[in-house]
Each structure stands twice: as C-alpha cells, then as structure tokens.
C-alpha cells in the first residue's frame, strides 16, 4: 500500500513541475504586454452600480 502512494505523489509533483516549467517557458517567448487595471475604489463602486442597475430589471 506505501508503494502505490509514493509513486502517485510522485508522479504528481513530476507533473506539477513539468506545468510550471513549460508554463515559464511560454512565458519568455510570449510576454503579456498589456499591465493589469489596477482596481481602486472609483472603479469598484462603478462596478457594483452597474450590477445593481442590471439586477433590478
């Protein structure tokens, strides 16, 4: 029974470290050029209005 545990929890981390590096490989060749919208309070009460606008009909 210790034998198949080992193996899947490895198995999972091996998958989960081949994720990561290919994910930071795509990253080097495809960076994301556009910054994220930094959400202050005026954006996020616009936000909240306009869903209880669209709520109410």
Known sequence: MTVPV?????Y????????YA???M???????GRSAV????AIFAKMMAA?????RK
Request: proline share 3%; net charge positive.
């Open 51 to 55: 869903s209880r606008k669209y709520y």
């Open 6 to 10: 080992i193996a899947a929890i490895s």
């Open 12 to 19: 999972l981390a091996l998958a989960l470290i081949l994720v």
């Open 22 to 24: 290919v994910d930071n």
């Open 26 to 32: 795509v990253a080097l060749f495809f960076r994301d």
């Open 38 to 41: 930094p959400l202050n309070f």
